[in-house]
């Protein structure tokens, strides 16, 4: 690349964002905070952002950038659609878009009154912390990806707190949505919007969910979820009993059965029941010293979760299992809507695509319009 032509990129970029900012006066101060999050340097807030970029003039600076993160009211969907505009058709010059990744991004703050902070998960730090959590919706191909929806998650505790709403100015349409929610949101607009189509990928706080697996599958996508251990399904070949036959009297019963002899386990109680010759080694990409790579199996299996409310039963899907040798049981579990001949190597592939999306441009790229002073 010439030298200059990273900034040149850059600089184009921010006056596209400039565009979306509705007003001629807001540019230059949405530049500067942009910039500001890309430079080096712990705190992110505008007082040491505006110190770093104009050491002379940091009092000005630090009102301006502050306004427009604060005060301005432009729309962070225009800004969105402004971002899939011009880097969507780019990203697809690097190959099809194969996936999208639902995930959600911690961010730390040493404070009580930011919209949404609370001591709760942050991945960030991979614990409790004191943060601010936003879901998000990235589409990836093979060699990159781009986040191009997300929402912050309003904890409970701040939906339902009237007093601290008004004073940081919550609008009063907002109401708690769990993050499996709030991601289905994401994913029903990109469906409307006609992004180009992939799995859908996440882990095992959105995956578990039974009702985010089953709107997702209503929508015409695919996936690959993460699921806890706990989950449970019908071992491979089996499924639930059919509704009891009607006796002639009284009304015809229509759910499915299960009794003591006939019933469903967890997938952890269904990997340790598969034979040895079920593990594979397969590696899925290299790693920086060498190929990364694991032990898996993968059954076709039918989800159980309260099947016995339900007249028919889940259908079919994938089961994948990961086992490393060293460890004393299996580390991680996913169900997978992929077709039924889909081979072993390819649904590690597409499980692992999760873990590709670079948590630091997600992060950064989020920073620039999650309103976080």
């Known amino acids: 690349m010439a030298p200059g032509a990273q900034a040149k990129r850059f600089a184009a970029y921010l006056d596209r964002l400039a565009l979306a900012a509705e007003h001629a006066d807001r540019a230059s101060p949405l530049k500067s905070y942009c910039t500001g999050l890309l430079l080096p340097g712990e705190r992110k807030s505008v007082e040491p952002m505006a110190a770093r970029l104009y050491p002379d003039n940091m009092r000005q600076a630090h009102q301006s950038m502050h306004h427009i993160v604060a005060v301005a009211a432009w729309s962070d969907e225009d800004m969105l659609e402004a971002v899939r505009a011009y880097v969507l058709p780019r990203l ?3 190959g099809p878009i194969v996936a999208w990744i639902v995930d959600d991004t911690g961010f730390v703050k040493k404070g009580l009154h930011s919209v949404g902070v609370t001591r709760q998960y942050c991945g960030q730090v991979g614990k409790q912390e004191n943060c601010r959590v936003a879901v998000s919706l990235s589409v990836s191909t093979e060699r990159a990806s781009l986040p191009i929806a997300w929402r912050l998650y309003l904890p409970e505790v701040w939906a339902k707190d009237g007093t601290r709403r008004k004073e940081t100015g919550v609008p009063a349409e907002i109401r708690f949505q769990t993050k499996p929610a709030i991601a289905l949101e994401r994913i ?20 578990t969910d039974t009702q985010f697996r089953e709107e997702i599958t209503d929508l015409g996508l695919r996936y690959v979820v993460g699921i806890m251990s706990s989950v449970t399904v019908w071992k491979p070949g089996q499924g639930p009993l059919p509704a009891a036959p009607w006796k002639g009297t009284g009304r015809p019963t229509k759910y499915l059965r299960r009794n003591r002899r ?112």
Not at 188 to 207: E, F, H, N, Q, S
Not at 322 to 351: G, I
């Open 188 to 207: 029903r607009t990109a469906v409307k919007r006609k992004i180009p189509v992939g799995v859908v990928l996440t882990d095992a706080a959105y995956g």
């Open 92 to 94: 697809e010059q690097t």
């Open 262 to 373: 006939h019933a469903p386990i967890t997938v952890k109680d269904l990997a340790f029941a598969l034979p040895l010759q079920a593990w594979k080694k397969l590696s899925w990409r290299e790693g920086t010293r060498s190929p990364l790579q694991s032990r898996f199996a993968a059954v076709r299996v039918r989800p159980a979760h309260r099947d016995f409310e339900r007249t028919q039963p889940y259908p079919e899907q994938w089961l994948l299992i990961e086992w490393p040798r060293e460890e004393a049981e299996p580390t991680k579990y996913w169900l997978a809507t992929l077709p039924a001949e889909t081979k072993l190597k390819d649904l590690v592939r597409m499980a692992k695509e999760l873990h590709r999306t670079p948590f630091n441009t997600t992060q950064q790229f989020l920073y620039c319009f999650c309103r976080v002073e």
